[in-house]
């Protein structure tokens, strides 16, 4: 699938869902095979707040760069309410894309901040 194709799927889901009423999420690491190197541990959470029209990301000190690009896009969709397949319970569990060193982490939305 396309990039453009993608980014309208997202769009549209976006704006089914009510458009700027936002949630914050919770990223939680549940488990690593192997080494993260950026140091992630499990139960080492981050937080990305929403704050009315706007994600504002907290401390995410020692956050590996390459999870967060695999994990924003279904960040933003749970922020805006929207719901992936694989979604169980309210969460979502994704992964890093090392292939050598497995990294999970659960995403989870929590009440935005006004």
Not at 18 to 30: F, Q
Not at 32 to 51: L, R, S, Y
Not at 92 to 98: F, G, Q, T, Y
Request: proline share 7%.
């Amino acid at each position: 699938m396309s990039t453009t194709k993608k980014n309208q799927m997202i769009e549209t889901i976006i704006t089914k869902k009510g458009g700027s009423s936002m949630k914050g999420i919770k990223i939680t690491v549940e488990s690593i095979k192997g080494h993260c190197g950026a140091g992630m541990q499990p139960g080492d959470t981050f937080v990305i707040e929403g704050h009315k029209d706007n994600l504002v990301m907290g401390n995410f000190k020692g956050f590996c760069p390459e999870l967060l690009a695999a994990i924003l896009p279904p960040c933003f969709i749970m922020a805006y309410e929207g719901s992936l397949p694989w979604e169980e319970e309210g969460a979502v569990i994704s992964s890093c894309p090392d292939p050598n060193n497995l990294l999970k982490v659960k995403i989870e939305r929590i009440p935005k901040v006004e």
